[in-house]
């Protein structure tokens, strides 16, 4: 055994500011994040080929059998709706990751810590918003490969990226929650595919909502998922079939995505910081 | 200072529906020792524990951490507090090293202190080899090893182990105890659950015995075993012999009621040892005319102690 060192030797953070504290305690966490991703590459699988293969799987399989109104071209119709696909479906992985951290105690132990109570949620959400981007950049780079091109101006590129990464912000907040209430890995896992694959397909993500039956329709027209699509199509000047449908988040689809998103970050994030709360005092 | 105690409890309870963890739980754990809360699985050590290190709101009663209530005062609790539970709490696609200095930084350690530091542990907990590998390639005592080494980057006052070798192989166990009792010299003061009676009766300097979430017995080692009646003398009778004359003659040694078992060849005597007891209880049974296969003085373990004062609970 090494000599001891004894707590006056340590230099502790005590005196800093608080947000100081929590800004520091963010950036740990993040780091963590980041460093599972780069020991562990394949657990980016999510955000990284699953868009590859959905993209190349509706481009040639099923878009040839897929019209669009006025003969647009469906891989420049694609691409709009795989960004949402790609952010949104990030969700379960967050939940999983939250639920294996309180299987494992981890959460219990950075519970016990003199940290921050809300930067390990904080964190998290930030470090996934870091994995949404690459989902971005991955479908914008796979998309421009087959044919898709903006027809509008950088600014309403930014602006269509920005809508989608607070879009996939809120959903990570629904991941979050999701974290909070399941028990178990394979639960988060599995309740995350049955939530997210009717959510991205009863949308006009990958078809347009005009071919659906009639009582389908509003619920398709009404889906965030459609509203991200719709609003993507439109800022790139991409074939948007939505423009021709008359329900109010069709007609508005920017603010429609806006509406949407702060609208579940208002409800999920108070919920899984309270839900986060009880599981910590319980 | 040293005169607050470590950890202090009152009357606490906690249910979850209709199961009653604790129920009236009272402790008092003084600094600088290895305090041991012993009891089976469902006693409610590890719900006493999660009250300890702020996880549980208890439904009633109060605990204060060297002086801070839990509920009140939990921020400060957490500054003096080290927890190692059940399971490795650990992200397992980190390395070790990265474990501890996250872990370090979230105890409000400086990135240097807690590199420091880090470093020193694995070498103290034999962890140098492995430092820079996953946590996923570790075996099970270096998860432990790793744990402890993660609550104690913070360089706790208090220091919870939940069952800290539960799961461990006999050579991972040996140097958990190993490690422990080097805790307890730096002065840590260190509250321990375990099942284990060898392992309260090897490290703690005083145990709690727990039982349907209360203390049932509390003291050293040695006083819960006097409690049972200390030492006994086993007599094991030769075949055919008179049992009342033998019980006769053993009257004037007992210190209780001496017990005989089913078919009466075996007798336990309650004694208090003295020089030349056994020769004297041999002559005796000689006078009396009954001869004598085995006399044995047999020490009270822990475990006559818990199976005496678990059985007087129930």
Redesign the interface.
């Known amino acids: 055994?090494?000599a001891?060192?004894?707590?006056a030797d340590?230099?502790?953070?005590?005196g800093h500011t608080q947000s100081r504290?929590f800004l520091?305690?963010v950036w740990?966490?993040i780091?963590?994040a980041i460093?599972?991703i780069r020991?562990?590459p394949e657990?980016l699988m999510d955000v990284t080929a699953m868009p590859v293969i959905f993209i190349l799987m509706f481009a040639y399989v099923f878009g040839g059998s897929i019209p669009l109104p006025h003969h647009g071209s469906y891989h420049e119709y694609l691409i709009g709706g795989m960004l949402g696909m790609g952010l949104a479906q990030t969700a379960p992985g967050v939940a999983v990751a939250l639920v294996s951290d309180m299987h494992?105690?981890?959460m219990?132990?950075?519970?016990?810590?003199?940290?921050s109570r809300w930067a390990v949620l904080i964190a998290r959400s930030i470090a996934e918003l870091l994995t949404q981007m690459i989902s971005a950049v991955i479908v914008v780079c796979v998309g421009l490969a087959i044919g898709w091109r903006v027809h509008t101006s950088a600014g309403n590129v930014a602006v269509a990226l920005a809508l989608a990464l607070l879009f996939g912000y809120a959903f990570t907040w629904a991941g979050i929650l999701l974290g909070m209430v399941l028990r178990s890995p394979e639960a988060a896992q599995q309740l995350g595919f049955i939530i997210f694959l009717p959510l991205t397909f009863i949308s006009s993500a990958f078809v347009p909502t005009q071919g659906m039956p009639g009582w389908l329709q509003p619920v398709a027209e009404w889906n965030p998922m459609s509203a991200l699509a719709a609003a993507s199509r439109k800022l790139f000047g991409n074939p948007n079939p939505a423009a021709l449908v008359h329900s109010w988040p069709m007609q508005h689809p920017e603010l429609a995505v806006v509406a949407w998103s702060v609208g579940m970050l208002l409800v999920f994030a108070p919920l899984a910081v309270r839900r986060y709360r009880r599981v910590?005092?319980? | 200072m040293s005169d607050i105690p470590a950890v202090a409890a009152e009357g606490l309870i906690k249910k979850y529906g209709t199961t009653i963890a604790l129920d009236g739980f009272d402790l008092t754990v003084p600094q600088g020792t290895v305090y041991g809360l012993l009891g089976p699985n469902g006693a409610g050590k590890t719900t006493s524990v999660r009250v300890f290190a702020t996880l549980l709101r208890p439904d009633g009663g109060r605990a204060q951490v060297l002086g801070h209530d839990v509920l009140k005062q939990a921020a400060d609790v957490r500054k003096t507090i080290g927890l190692t539970g059940q399971y490795a709490a650990l992200d397992e696609y980190l390395t070790g090293r990265a474990n501890l200095v996250m872990i370090g930084q979230l105890s409000r350690l400086t990135l240097d202190a807690a590199r420091r530091r880090a470093d020193e542990l694995l070498e103290r907990f034999d962890l140098s080899e492995a430092a820079n590998r996953a946590v996923k390639t570790y075996s099970g005592g270096m998860r432990r090893r790793l744990d402890l080494s993660a609550s104690l980057i913070g360089q706790p006052q208090v220091l919870f182990l939940d069952e800290p070798t539960t799961g461990l192989d006999p050579n991972a166990r040996a140097m958990m105890w190993d490690i422990v009792r080097g805790l307890a010299a730096d002065g840590t003061t260190v509250l321990l659950t375990t099942q284990y009676l060898e392992e309260a009766d090897q490290l703690a300097a005083r145990i709690a015995v727990i039982d349907g979430g209360r203390v049932i017995a509390e003291g050293t080692s040695a006083e819960l075993k006097s409690r049972v009646g200390g030492e006994h003398l086993e007599i094991n009778l030769a075949a055919g012999q008179d049992v009342e004359a033998a019980m006769l003659a053993l009257k004037h040694f007992a210190k209780g009621t001496i017990s005989q078992n089913d078919i009466g060849g075996h007798l336990a005597v309650p004694v208090s040892p003295s020089e030349g007891l056994t020769t004297e209880v041999v002559r005796a049974l000689d006078i009396a005319g009954v001869s004598v296969n085995d006399v044995t003085i047999r020490r009270a373990s822990l475990d006559d102690v818990f199976f005496a004062l678990t059985r007087e609970a129930a």
């Open positions: 055994m090494t001891v060192t004894t707590a340590l230099d502790f953070t005590h504290l520091t305690d740990v966490l780091k963590r460093a599972r020991n562990e657990t494992t105690g981890l219990d132990r950075f519970r016990s810590l003199p940290m910590a005092l319980g």
